[in-house]
């Protein structure tokens, strides 16, 4: 494994060392280096420096380019305007650092030397509970970025924060307890599919909400029995098992759907944390932390109030001793930083509930679980909404099923897969489709900045034009359709060759991916990696567009045209699979 310096890191090199060279009293100097349309790179940072030097910055701009030396990195500098400099990079270095790159299996991309432990919350549905669109944004947010911070050498642990807890329990287990074959599977064998899981537990779900809001009698013995849980009864805690297990059934069929991978240990719910609820009020409140406000233990901020204008505190606990969110948030926190060494907590959450984290993050760091050595993070997302622009919901009013967009999102994308498709076959097609349709879905998401808000519209999300996926996947199968025509004709690198603009363009964007790697991951950006990818898929399609690979004029140049496809191939898969998105050979 070889980290590669990008041509902009060795260029910023040259520029930084002539700037101390000319003004030794500046020390170590940022050249502000950024690409340009004039040049290859604009190096602006002279002007602050002579600014500061009272020097004049055109003067001081050409006495840098005199130190400057040309010829194997940089082949011409210029100075422009008030002091800026151009730079044109050789097409010998591009080439060989893509070379170095190649070499690669890591595409030359450094492994982060700030590397820590981070826990990631997400993908958190309710048990007994259908998931919904709402449910899409943390799952594929959270994955992506599980995928690009492994990638930079993080250590990840993930963790699903599911709804396996609270007051709605007592209601499912008493209903089940006088029903006990509601959850029973219909050809009583093995294990049911995820659809007949959430069936039973839908019936059920609505059965025992019927009963509880008509049968006074019914919710008191309902009522009863969430205490019998909370207190460890072990038939109710059997009941309540069974729930659970049916549940996780049913997710584990959807993330399967979602192409997504989800493994037993990284689920711990609500219920997790249970066993430190006492002890996490205990210390809240000894620390004074938190004081007893009516009965409630309760967090005040000065700068959190409610309408009335009064302070909102976060409740841990309430007056008639019950735990909400809060107490289990701040247990949680106290479990991943105590127990599992995290340096950084980052939750994949709506951002509708940011107030809540604001409060349950302060509280910590009041608490001192969280501190300088330890940060807590809010991937606030925002929602996704309808072509109308409103909160998607189907023509009855009602919050659309996960599975339903999914289900659609893969039968559109087939039908664009059939008619492209020259030589697939109905099995290939449906595969290729599923490939297709989930990448979609993610890539909608994933390319629109967390925060935002963005429009679920299908029509759009698999057209073979514009920032799609499938785009990017069209792009990627073209490159190994072209691979697989080339023969005996093998990529390989030719520094000595001269490169054509849109060569240039292509092989200085595929240069920078180590950089765009590490600072979505450092922003938590993974918005910034698809639009990377889609002007990757742009620039590679100008080239293609403008120059020959297999019929061009020498065999030198096949090959080294075949090598920029062939590490714009690898780039992509790398890219996308990131992001959570497959790349088929073929479509």
Known sequence: MASVPSLASSVEQRVSDALASALPEAGAADPLLRRSDRADFQANGILALAKKAKANPRELATTVVEAIPTGDLIKEIEVSGPGFLNITVSDEAIVRTLAARAADDRLGVPLSPTAGTTVIDYAQPNVAKEMHVGHLRSAVIGAAMVEILEFTGEKVVRRHHIGDWGTQFGMLIQYLLEHPHELDHKDGEGEASGEEAMSNLNRLYKASRALFDSDEEFKTRARARVVDLQAGDEETLALWQRFVDESKIYFYSVFNKLDMDIQDPDVVGESGYNDMLVETCKLLEESGVAVRSNGALCVFFDEYKGPDGNPTPLIVQKSDGGFGYAATDLSAIRDRVGNLNADTLIYVVDARQSLHFKMVFETARRAGWLNEDVKAVQLAFGTV?????????????????????????????????????????????????????????????????????????????????GDTSVYLQYAYARIQSILRKAGEARPAAHPELELTPSERALGLHLDGFGELVAEAASEYAPHKLAAYLYQLASLYTTFYAECPVLKADTPEQVENRLFLCDLTARTLTKGMSLLGIRTPEKL
Do not use: H, N, W
């Open 385 to 465: 909404l309808g072509k109308d622009g409103k909160p998607f919901k189907t023509r009855e009013g009602e919050t659309v099923r996960l599975v339903d967009l999914l289900d659609e999102a893969v039968e559109r994308a087939a039908s664009v897969v059939r008619e492209k498709a020259q030589d697939l076959t109905e099995e290939e097609i449906a595969e290729r489709g599923a490939q297709v349709g989930i990448g979609a879905v993610k890539y909608a998401d994933l390319s629109t900045s967390a925060s935002r808000d963005y429009k679920f519209d299908l029509d759009q999300m698999v057209s073979l034009t």
